[in-house]
């Protein structure tokens, strides 16, 4: 009997070793306490084999599969962090290797409905709504628009302040009945308002952090908590949120909608909201194919449906190259806040005169002027 369990072990990680993601392989001390039942030395982290991608504490299986049954595997996680998967991952072919639930001692929980959304607490938003002096794309921000029209804009849009990673982003996903679905943390650079994408890439999920049990993630459109506010107003689809930020500056007459990345809520379900909408998506350099593809699910959905194709007409090889997207086209050129702030930097008697007397910045008709879109069609 020894023996066959011996041999049944072998050959189950000898399967598993098959896999770029599996279970680590037991050393003295590698076992770790189940987040879950909390009991110690029994919760087996998963690994990968490349070294590249470094799971949260939470990815892994608890030893007592019938008393407590925690499993959340690789999968399971870049599904709840698609913006984590490799290149090469593909879910129709990987193996769920154990079946997955989360319960406590002695009782199963089931997992939500698949079409059943779980909420962030309300206090917990609300809390992140502040400490912007550590937030980096905020900081980043205010050096390009000026203070007052960041805080506008971060406010319009309740965008959050984590303290992971010394000070990160939380873009809320908050949808159009103001309940929120999802807090995406990302981190960035203060100086160029660039993502933190090494060693690792700075992004993670607020029920991840929050270590929210049974919580199902049903993403929205992030923003559209904005369309009620304004029922007429054409609406500008992009993938990233911070562009959708920058873009709610320099052209305010459209509400700034974003998928949330490329396998983000680009779907039929979460499209709902644009209903009998004037809708014009503005793909990212190398994506305008792929998107007027998905063009068609609008149309039964939205009054108008359009694919701008502007940023293909304008780029350069080396733009396509970089992948830009419609807010890099806008930033080009200085605004007037990095104009002052470089002419700080040269002379700082500059700023004792503002200082002085008070002195402003006067905002005018300054984005139609340096708009590089002046004299073309959307």
Not at 305 to 321: G, P, Q
Not at 362 to 375: L, Q, T
Request: contains cysteine; glycine residues 6%.
């Amino acid at each position: 009997m020894q023996k066959c369990r011996v041999q049944m072990r072998y050959r189950k990680e000898a399967a598993m070793s098959d896999y770029r993601f599996h279970l680590e392989k037991y050393r003295h001390g590698s076992k770790l306490t189940c987040p879950a039942c909390k009991k110690p030395r029994c919760f087996v982290h998963y690994v990968d084999d490349e070294g590249v991608i470094k799971f949260p504490d939470t990815v892994g299986r608890c030893d007592h599969e019938d008393r407590c049954g925690y499993h959340y595997t690789p999968k399971d996680f870049f599904r709840d962090n698609p913006d984590m998967k490799p290149k090469d991952w593909d879910d129709s072919t990987t193996p769920i290797l154990y079946k997955r639930y989360t319960s406590t001692v002695g009782r199963q929980k089931p997992t939500p409905e698949p079409d059943v959304p779980s909420f962030i607490p309300p206090k917990t938003v609300e809390l992140s709504l502040a400490g912007y002096n550590i937030n980096p794309l905020y900081l980043y921000l205010c050096g390009v628009i000026g203070k007052e029209e960041t805080t506008r804009i971060f406010k319009m849009y309740k965008v959050g302040t984590g303290r992971k990673w010394n000070g990160c982003t939380v873009f809320w996903q908050t949808d159009i009945n103001n309940q929120v679905r999802a807090g995406k943390l990302m981190g960035y650079n203060a100086s160029n308002g660039h993502r933190i994408k090494e060693p690792q890439p700075q992004v993670t999920w607020a029920h991840s952090e929050l270590k929210l049990s049974d919580f199902h993630l049903v993403q929205c459109l992030f923003g559209e908590h904005l369309l009620p506010l304004r029922p007429v107003a054409p609406v500008g689809l992009v993938e990233s949120e911070k562009t959708a930020l920058i873009m709610a500056h320099f052209v305010p007459d459209f509400i700034w909608l974003a998928t949330g990345g490329k396998n983000g809520c680009f779907n039929e379900t979460a499209l709902q909201v644009l209903r009998n909408r004037d809708v014009t998506l503005f793909p990212d350099l190398g994506a305008t194919e792929k998107w007027r593809e998905k063009g068609p699910m609008l149309l039964p959905i939205c009054l108008n449906v359009r694919v701008s194709d502007l940023l293909e007409s304008i780029a350069t090889d080396e733009h396509r190259e970089q992948g830009l997207d419609v807010a890099d086209f806008f930033l080009m050129k200085p605004t007037k806040h990095e104009i002052l702030a470089d002419m700080i930097r040269r002379n700082p008697c500059v700023q004792t005169l503002i200082d002085k007397f008070k002195l402003e910045i006067c905002e005018d008709a300054e984005e139609e002027s340096r708009s590089p879109y002046r004299g073309l069609r959307w």
